[in-house]
């Protein structure tokens, strides 16, 4: 498996700007997750899903961010409007269960700069 | 919600000594504690965890510890190198609910 997938690796838009970030999760794995990584707050979960239905959203900012998983191959992250304190990596991960024993897999991440 | 605290935010050893980072944890139900290692513009990836049923696991030069009375654990690293600088999250978690995880230490080795 070639791992999780994700695109674009990097982002640079201007504030106001639509960004979308995609993700392909492992095959077989039940569980994605959304992540936001910055110097000042680390690793924040966003929004995970299990089945491609979503579990838990308290970690997503505000209204501006949706996340969809259409199927099991496929997520997308959604930043409109964006604006500058949005600049971060993006990981999405999966794993075949939560929490225990359930490894976490990141893509490489998606590094969004809105100017 | 669970809370994960650790510390050092940074860390720097001479190469062959050892490191420590701790963290501390608020819910004492969770039983699963995983350390992920982020390299410079990499992804973070898994290195070791612990279950609650067990209060110390070591793989090589890496060693975890766990003490559920006081709710925090740590990680120990043994002759450092030069390819152990990165950045450590410790995370906690309880039954099959999410990882939270901690805000990082970033370890450098000093040649």
């Known amino acids: 498996d070639a791992g999780v997938i994700q695109s674009p690796r990097h982002e640079v838009t201007e504030m106001g700007q639509e960004v979308t970030l995609r993700c392909k999760p492992i095959s077989g794995h039940d569980y994605l997750f959304w992540y936001r990584q910055t110097m000042m707050r680390g690793l924040e979960l966003l929004i995970y899903f299990n089945n491609n239905v979503p579990i838990d959203d308290s970690g997503m900012p505000e209204d501006r961010f949706s996340a969809k998983m259409p199927n099991a191959s496929f997520s997308t992250l959604k930043i409109q409007p964006s604006e500058p304190r949005d600049s971060a990596v993006y990981f999405c991960?999966?794993?075949?269960?939560?929490?225990?024993?359930?490894?976490?897999?990141f893509g490489e991440g998606s590094r969004l700069t809105v100017l | 919600g669970e809370n994960v605290e650790q510390h050092p935010s940074t860390l720097s050893v001479q190469e062959g000594d050892s490191a420590v980072i701790k963290c501390t944890y608020s819910?004492?139900?969770?039983?699963?504690f995983p350390w992920y290692k982020q390299e410079l513009g990499k992804r973070p990836q898994l290195i070791i965890d612990i279950r609650s049923n067990v209060g110390e696991k070591k793989d090589q030069r890496i060693a975890v510890t766990l003490n559920k009375t006081a709710k925090h654990f740590s990680l120990h690293i043994t002759e450092t190198q030069p390819e152990d600088s990165a950045v450590y999250f410790c995370?906690?978690?309880?039954?099959?609910?999410?990882?939270?995880f901690g805000t990082g230490t970033r370890l450098t080795i000093i040649p």
């Open positions: 995370a906690a978690s309880r039954g099959n609910e999410k990882l939270t």
């Open positions: 991960a999966s794993s075949r269960l939560a929490g225990v024993s359930g490894e976490l897999f």
């Open positions: 819910d004492s139900a969770s039983n699963y």
